[in-house]
């Protein structure tokens, strides 16, 4: 599987701090999408970035992507206690019918107020 | 829109029973993929369908099975439960697959004894 890795495991900023959190993977992708789940309640879709895209932003959200590398990275500028939560890439790859789609193990951001 | 419901949202089951979950998808929505948690496997993909189809099957035991009705809704399965099945299940809709945005449930919380 093509299950994509989330770097660090758990990350603990103070409020206002950016937070960096990374995924990789180990083949070709058509997208990679970033979710955030709260306290074990259902995932939130954050940003899609497809694989021919470099980089997105979304309010306080920007992600990149290097396919050459095979990461992508999601930053979070002047955080809050609000981003509290699990991270989590999503590999997509291969076409609709026989692909494999996975997520990674998620990246646990605290934010202390 | 109503966003996904799952039914029920929590279960307590004892070893070798059976289990059905429901997911009922966005109003539009053709596709509709699970998804188990766990504290020790994070986030692992079951199955994808597709107007009625399994289009995409993870890496489960026979034991785990799904279906999707006319009007997109879906059900999973599981027979002779053990103690490793208990985990929280997501389950997903989007517009035409895994390949755009996914929109998650609650899910639903199903504890084996």
């Known amino acids: 599987s093509q299950q994509g890795e989330e770097d660090p495991q758990a990350l603990s900023i103070q409020e206002g701090e950016n937070a960096t959190m990374n995924c990789s993977y180990k083949?070709?992708?058509?997208?990679l999408q970033w979710y955030r789940q709260n306290s074990g309640r259902g995932l939130v879709h954050l940003i899609l970035i497809r694989s021919n895209e470099r980089e997105k932003h979304s309010g306080r959200l920007r992600v990149t992507l290097d396919t050459s590398k095979k990461s992508s990275s999601l930053l979070i500028t002047a955080s809050r206690a609000a981003d509290t939560a699990s991270y989590f890439c999503f590999i997509q790859a291969g076409e609709t019918s026989g692909s494999r789609l996975t997520f990674g193990e998620g990246t646990q951001l605290t934010v202390n107020p | 829109k109503a966003g996904v419901t799952q039914t029920p949202r929590y279960l307590i089951k004892t070893r070798g029973q059976q289990v059905t979950l429901s997911c009922s998808p966005i109003?539009?929505?053709?596709?509709v993929s699970w998804y188990q948690q766990t504290p020790g496997q994070g986030l692992q993909f079951l199955f994808e369908y597709f107007s009625e189809t399994q289009r995409n099957k993870g890496n489960f035991p026979g034991r785990f099975s799904g279906r999707q009705f006319s009007n997109s809704r879906s059900e999973m399965n599981v027979s002779t439960l053990e103690l490793g099945d208990s985990a929280l299940y997501l389950c997903?809709?989007?517009?035409?697959?895994?390949?755009?945005?996914?929109?998650f449930g609650p899910g639903t919380r199903l504890l084996v004894l």
């Open positions: 109003s539009g929505h053709r596709s």
């Open positions: 997903a809709s989007s517009l035409v697959g895994t390949k755009e945005t996914q929109y």
């Open positions: 083949t070709s992708i058509n997208n």
